[in-house]
């Protein structure tokens, strides 16, 4: 299912060119294959046996023969809603902003990807929202543009929102993928886990050369105790993704081509299948009378994501008992968890926290955290 933008933000995005966009960047493939034959993969050459070959023999830059498949750990990424931001867009009036060496626009690369992993996660039962689907920006503030693209994944409570980029430097020579998430790294953890296992789909997929020290990254690092307003202002987890660097003359000419756009979208969705796939863990309010909520306890149901699958390992207890953390205003509450159903207990003060106040978190056996740890107190479904 593929989910449309909301009618107040669609409106920017009416026309579509989307067989264009792919023919223009199929004809570049081909003319790229033509022009660079550096660039191509030598087939021809003598293949090596598999059984006796070193692992030096293999050249990690050389990319597999392609081939697309879902796999089976994808369909935990099903129901899930997915917001996809390609970056950017609607900006090619301004000469030489954010172009390759010889002029090709990021913000054409960013959806052209965007449009391939859109198709990926629909077919794994996905729910997917695509801030704009068109050459187009929602806003001709830049600061508002940002604004009302996290809107979009707010308002829809998104289990994730992806913005994809590609990068720049003013070295030619720069080509390495960085995956970033907001602020300190255990302020938003659930972001943290969606970021690890991009960065990993994304080094499987384009086999670059160059690689990160610590290729998964604090915005805090770009813009210090600011970082970027696209995450900043998210109130559901959220990563930005720089697969490569269009400002590298090689890469640029491998962005013009719509097989290694779809690629790079193969491993953004590796990496989404294998994070779902870890648990997606949640956090509800069990039912309980107002009276007993205020200044009593608060009873909630912890669910780790993974336990509710059957199978195997699904009745032993998948949440780590020692990274429960409950929080109100900035304090930690006492709290007792009943691992068997497994509730958590929480001992609310007397007077009543307003609205939203309530942190829960936790780890589950692979080291996700809950996607959604805010709790609204006060309101109906309590």
């Not at 060119?17 to 023919?23: F, L, Y």
């Not at 003013?170 to 972001?191: C, I, L, M, R, W």
């Not at 490569?244 to 969705?269: I, T």
Request: aromatic letters at 8%; proline letters at 8%.
């Amino acid at each position: 299912m593929i989910l449309q933008v909301p009618p107040n933000i669609r409106t920017h995005a009416l026309l579509t060119h989307a067989a264009a966009a792919a023919a223009g960047a199929v004809l570049a493939g081909v003319l790229v294959w033509t022009l660079s034959p550096g660039l191509r993969h030598e087939r021809s050459r003598h293949r090596l046996d598999p059984l006796s070959a070193p692992p030096s023999a293999y050249p990690w830059t050389e990319l597999p023969e392609p081939a697309f498949p879902v796999p089976p750990y994808a369909r935990f990424l099903k129901d899930r809603t997915i917001v996809l931001d390609p970056g950017h867009g609607g900006r090619s009036d301004r000469p030489n902003w954010k172009r390759g060496p010889t002029g090709l626009q990021e913000a054409e690369v960013n959806l052209s990807v965007a449009r391939c992993l859109r198709e990926f996660l629909a077919a794994a039962g996905a729910n997917v929202v695509m801030t704009r689907d068109a050459d187009v920006y929602l806003h001709v503030d830049d600061r508002t543009d940002l604004s009302m693209r996290i809107a979009i994944a707010n308002e829809a409570r998104a289990d994730l929102f992806l913005s994809i980029h590609h990068n720049a430097a003013d070295s030619p020579d720069a080509n390495y993928t960085s995956v970033f998430y907001h602020g300190d790294v255990e302020d938003h953890p659930a972001s943290v886990d969606a970021a690890r296992n991009i960065v990993s789909g994304l080094d499987d997929a384009l086999r670059l050369e160059q690689r990160l020290g610590v290729a998964l990254v604090s915005d805090f690092e770009i813009y210090p105790r600011e970082g970027f307003r696209v995450l900043r202002e998210a109130r559901v987890p959220a990563v930005l993704s720089e697969a490569s660097f269009h400002s590298n003359p090689v890469e640029e000419q491998r962005l013009r081509d719509l097989l290694y756009n779809r690629r790079e979208a193969y491993g953004l969705f590796l990496g989404l299948a294998r994070w779902a796939q870890a648990g997606l863990p949640s956090v509800s309010v069990a039912p309980q009378p107002a009276s007993q909520r205020r200044g009593g306890e608060l009873v909630l149901k912890l669910d780790d994501g993974l336990s509710s699958r059957g199978g195997l390992g699904s009745r032993s207890s998948n949440i780590r008992e020692n990274t429960i953390e409950v929080r109100l205003g900035g304090s930690r509450l006492a709290h007792f968890y009943d691992a068997k159903k497994p509730e958590l207990r929480v001992t609310l003060p007397p007077r009543a926290p307003r609205p939203g106040a309530l942190y829960v978190d936790f780890a589950n056996t692979f080291g996700q955290h809950v996607l959604h740890p805010w709790i609204e107190l006060g309101t109906a479904n309590e």
